[in-house]
């Protein structure tokens, strides 16, 4: 059965610090990939897609992720986080109509 | 901006209640999808539409049904609440085929006593 895999529940970071937040999928051949970011109290929303290309995608506010196809992963990284980064992080794919979410990370940046 | 809209953000049945739960978009998108989220579960996906009358089941349909008569209302519905469907309830949009993002509502909040 298709699925995403995110094995990070909960990080704990200081800010400044780096991130790296592990998504692996379990699709054959071609597949979309997201992040998604969820606020305290917020929709969630898009931060990084990739499609094809350039297996490095940049997002907004200074996130990044890395597709590599032989791991079937897509990790979201921060070169140095803030305490607004402080969210819910889900990794999602898509192939054909349906939308598969991971579980979720939750991230706590220490100020 | 896409909006998508759920037409409740809290809602309190009872056990043994049908329960409606509405969403509407407004950017004339194919794609709408029902998930439920819970802690430690991530969004599971409930049902999703492809088109008008088009509804497939996802990966935890029991307990729920889908209606989608116009292209920008999909309707969640439980047939008979128990409390195990205490959850929030997202809704999403998305344009047709597989390269396009999907937009999210606030979220349902739904208990059932």
């Given at each position: 059965a298709q699925s995403v895999s995110q094995h990070n529940h909960h990080v704990i970071l200081s800010e400044a610090a780096s991130l790296e937040l592990g998504c692996n999928y379990s699709y054959g051949g071609t597949v979309n990939l997201f992040w998604y970011v969820q606020y305290p109290g917020q929709h969630l929303q898009l931060l990084l897609k990739y499609f094809?290309?350039?297996?490095l995608v940049k997002g907004i506010k200074g996130f990044e992720a890395e597709f590599i196809k032989s791991k079937f992963s897509f990790n979201l990284r921060k070169p140095s986080v803030q305490w607004s980064d402080t969210a819910e992080y889900f990794c999602a794919a898509s192939r054909t109509y349906k939308y598969i979410f991971g579980t979720g990370t939750r991230l706590k940046v220490l100020a | 901006d896409v909006k998508v809209t759920q037409s409740s953000r809290y809602l309190v049945k009872r056990t043994g209640e049908k329960v409606f739960l509405e969403c509407v978009q407004d950017m004339d998108h194919e794609n709408m999808f029902w998930y439920r989220q819970d802690p430690g579960l991530g969004l599971r996906l409930i049902y999703f539409s492809y088109d008008v009358k088009m509804k497939e089941k996802g990966d935890i349909p029991e307990g729920y049904s889908v209606s989608r008569e116009k292209k920008e209302r999909f309707s969640l519905i439980l047939e008979s609440a128990s409390t195990n469907q205490t959850s929030m309830y997202l809704c999403a949009s998305r344009r047709g085929g597989q390269r396009t993002e999907a937009f999210f509502g606030q979220g349902t909040r739904l208990t059932v006593v």
């Open positions: 094809s290309g350039d297996p | -």
